[in-house]
């Protein structure tokens, strides 16, 4: 056992059992996630690229990781701060262990850390870098990442399901459960890098967009907004989490950073439409600041109810949806994967009203 360190750039230092590789790579924003289970499809998310993510949770691995619950085939989160990992796994689908998948990706955890003293320090003082060492004195890299995206998306253009309304689905690092939902709704998706022009969006012939999940702070995909703004105008479009900023702020509005980030299985968000409140899966740091929503194009969709931030938009003459929370869960609740049967349902609608 050896013993290592997180030292945070606001100065505290936290002590634990370290294991895994350690490289100059492993600073990072350390970020807090609140789900009591679904550690495998939070490490395997490529939104937390670049980030150590602590679990709240004091144990987990002890149902092992699976395959088949991948969220992406590549790890790109920079380390795990937890109270207990344990050594053991114990379930019928478990192909491996988080030990074994953070080892295989050169990547740092660190053990038996008082993680409620730490979560307390980043709410309090807001999202800070850090860094996984074996010494204690390690510097901690200041600034903030470059954009990721690149790092993350899909090297080539790829169809899945050969039926249904035709989605493309812009890549900024999506999760499979994103794609799986909508096959599962019956539709032929096609994933393209998210840098794919407008014109080879154009000819795949889409009936409908879905602008993806990913890492970092949205302004750095400013170089993409213009298209996103033209494909909002041609095609209907749903963009989930970094998707749902970046169509914001292709209509003017501009996004901030929160305190500490939403990160976890039970955000409370309210349908502002029918006065419902959903449980939901979340992880962003950053958020639409309401006062820069151009209120004349865009009605506020969904609202948090922890902090009244900006959940959901919709646009008030075309079929342009966004939504900060993930309906596909992956881990969390489904309770809003109705957003998806919408979605297509409106698709396959207007596919029999342009055959009549
Ligand atoms: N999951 C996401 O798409 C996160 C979006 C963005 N990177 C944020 O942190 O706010």
New binding site residues.
């Given amino acids: 056992m050896k013993q290592g360190y997180l030292i945070l750039e606001t100065g505290e230092v936290f002590e634990g059992v370290l294991s895994g590789e350690i490289s100059v790579e492993t600073g990072g924003e350390v970020v807090f996630n609140t789900s009591m289970s679904g550690y495998q499809e939070i490490i395997t ?1 490529p ?1 937390y690229a670049g980030q150590i993510i602590v679990f709240t949770y004091p144990l987990i691995g002890n149902y092992g990781v699976s395959v088949e619950d991948d969220e992406s085939a590549a790890l790109h989160l920079r380390g795990i701060v937890t109270g207990e990992l344990s050594p053991d796994r114990h379930h019928h689908r478990a192909t491996g262990s988080v030990q074994g998948r953070m080892d295989e990706n050169g990547l740092p955890y660190l053990t038996g850390v008082d993680t409620r003293r730490l979560v307390r320090i980043i709410r309090k003082k807001g999202t800070v870098r850090g860094i996984i060492s074996e010494r204690k004195d390690a510097a901690v890299q200041a600034g903030e990442d470059g954009a990721m995206y690149d790092r993350v998306t899909t090297k080539k253009v790829i169809t899945y399901g050969n039926r249904g309304p035709h989605v493309v689905l812009l890549d ?2 999506y ?1 499979k459960s994103i794609l799986d939902y909508l096959l599962e709704q019956r539709c032929k998706v096609t994933v393209v890098p998210y840098h794919h022009s407008i014109q080879n969006i154009r000819s795949l012939n889409p009936d409908g967009v879905v602008i ?7 302004e750095h995909a400013a170089d993409q907004l213009e298209k996103i703004r033209e494909l909002t105008d041609t095609y209907p479009t749903l963009g ?6 970046l169509i914001a702020m292709a209509y003017g509005a501009k ?1 901030t ?2 305190l500490f ?1 939403h990160r976890g299985g039970n955000h409370p968000v309210k349908d502002l439409k029918t006065g419902k409140a959903y449980i939901t899966s ?6 639409v600041q309401e006062e820069t929503i151009d209120n004349d194009l865009f009605e506020v969709s969904f609202r948090n109810l922890n902090d009244g931030s900006v959940e959901g938009l919709q646009h008030r003459q075309k079929p342009v949806q966004s939504i ?1 929370f ?1 309906p596909e869960g992956h881990p969390g609740p489904l309770d809003t994967v109705f957003i998806f049967e919408q979605f297509v349902g409106r698709l396959k609608e207007r596919q029999l009203s342009e055959h009549q």
């Avoid at 993806?212 to 949205?218: A, K, L, R, T, Y």
């Fill in positions: 998310d939104s900024f690092g999760k993806s999940n990913g890492p970092g702070n949205p989930i989490c970094l998707g749902h900023q996004t950073k929160l980030g979340q992880n962003h740091g950053y958020v900060q993930h």
